[in-house]
Structure formats: C-alpha cells, structure tokens
C-alpha cells in the first residue's frame, strides 16, 4: 500500500487532532503518502483532497475540533454521492482509508466498502463514547473535564444562593457523559436516556431533601432522556415542587470544545499509530479499539448496532453517594 487518506466525520472532538497527526506521521514513517479529506464524506464527495506532509500536521496535538474539518453529508447518503466519492478516491491512487468518527461515520463506512472494494479502518472519535469495542472514544475524556469544570462553577451560585439546578449534558441516545460526570461532581441525581426515569421517585427525593434541609442540588440530565430534556424535567418538578428556587443550564457545544486532556492525546495518538499499521498488516472494514489495555478490532456492523451497556454499578453508587 503506497496511498492512503485520513479524514474526521460526525460531531468533533477533542483528540482528533492528535489522531491525525499520528497518522500521517506513522504512514510518512512507513513511506506511504497520506492524503487529508476536508469535510468528511462531503469533501469525499466534492473532491476537497490535500497531501499531508508532516509538518502540516506539527503543532496540532494539543488543539481541539479537527484541521480536516466535519460535515454530517446527506449526499452520502445515496448511491450516486458515495460512487461520486469513489471515483475521487480511485483517481488518486488511494488504496486505504482511515476515518475518525462515531456511529454514523462507520455505517457510512459499511455500505461504502460493500459497494466498492476498498481497505476502510474506523476509529472511535466521538464525545458520547457510545461505541463497543472500545473502553474510551478520542474525546470522551476531554468532555468530561470540560462538563466537570463547569458544573463546579454552578455549584458555587448553587450553594449560595440555595438553589436546585438541572444540568443538561449531551448524549442523545447515551447517558455516559451524563453517568461519570454526574459522579464526578456529586450529583443529586443522573438522568440517562437507558433507564427509565421515575419522575415521581425524583420529586420524592427532593422533597425529602428539602424536608432535611439539604440547601442545594444538582441534578445532571442527558439530553436524550426519556422524560424529556431540561426544562421540561424542571418545569414538572417545580409545579410539584415550588419551594425549590430552580435553575436550569444547557451547557450544550462548550462541551465539545478545548485542548483535549493527556488520556485522549495518547489515546488519540496511539489509535492512529494502530491503524496505519492494521491497515498496512491487510485489515479491513473494522473499527480500532483498545479494551483492557489490549488493541481489539470490531467489525463495523457491530460498531453501529450496539453501544456498551451503562454500568448499573456506577448508577447504584452515584444514588448512595448522593444521599
Ligand atoms: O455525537 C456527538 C454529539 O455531541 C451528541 O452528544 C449530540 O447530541 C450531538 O453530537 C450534537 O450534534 P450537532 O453538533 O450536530 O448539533
């Protein structure tokens, strides 16, 4: 394999920098010339190809979003777009791709390489970290501290003033954001989109709370929650509850954001280092990984189907420890 090209697909996140610099920079040492896609499948599609020397990629490890840029293409979507996308690829002698995304970026991946023949690796990039086969996704790390940092900064007018606030985190269909940092900042209660929500247990709780005089909560909700987003959560609560001075934060796209943390710098770094060599060692049409320190490759029907189950042993301590 002489040629290959890197791109980033989906939501941005923090480490996706440093993914492409490992890369090129593991491809350039095995002699193999790197095309960078803008704009994932949409530049795929529109021809928005570029060498990627080494030096293009210097000074990138520590800045969040991607230099290659994001798109979430509809044109893609349809066979015309992804044979458009083919042939720009072909023209150019590139015999491997590498992609940097989340859920969608690999079934994009999937019906590529079943229409067209082409060596395809997928790398787990995405804040949500939704993907199996694979403990962390390049970000995850970094949007935790960034939710982290935040909701640290609500607790103090919280506590000042006496207040309950509802935090909204993103994860439209996964609660993992919202599940560690809701531990992470000693949340009164975790909203999570794979369990159910007892909004009457809630009210209870909080109640009772109150009744002990617990002066200021914080409740994190995922956005995909199945009792619906942060205000409306707040809004029912404090029609039951109208001693509460309530509060709600969206804290919305910051969390997507910044220089990514060490954990998703190595990650990042050693993930890209992995899949050059599997893509030059013959893999083919499987996401990267790394689960209990080992690198593990996940076909990438499998990728898209499932996320892994959220851990009822973090919810059963996030309840304890909020009492
Ligand atoms: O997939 C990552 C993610 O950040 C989700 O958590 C969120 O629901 C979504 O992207 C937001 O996407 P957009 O930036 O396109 O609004």
Redesign the pocket.
Known sequence: MKTIAVFTS??DSPGMNACIRAIVRTALHHGVKVYGIMHGYQGMIEDQFRVLGSDDVGNIIQRGGTILKSS?SKEFLTTEGRQKAFENIQKRGIEGIIAIG?DGTFAGAKVFTEEHNIPFIGLPG???NDLIGTDYTIGYDTALNNVIEAVDKIKDTAASHDRLFFVEV???DAGFIALRSGIGVGAFAILIPEVHTDLEGLIQNLDAAYKRKKSSSIIIVA?GDDAGGAYKIAEKVVAKLPQYDTRVTILG?QQ?GGSPSALDRMLASQLGYEAVNSILAGKHSVMVGIVNKQVVYTPFEQAIKHHDKVNTDFLKLAEILAA
Do not use: L, S
């Open positions: 989906g939501g979430r989340g995405t804040i949500d993103m994860g439209k956005e796209h997507r």
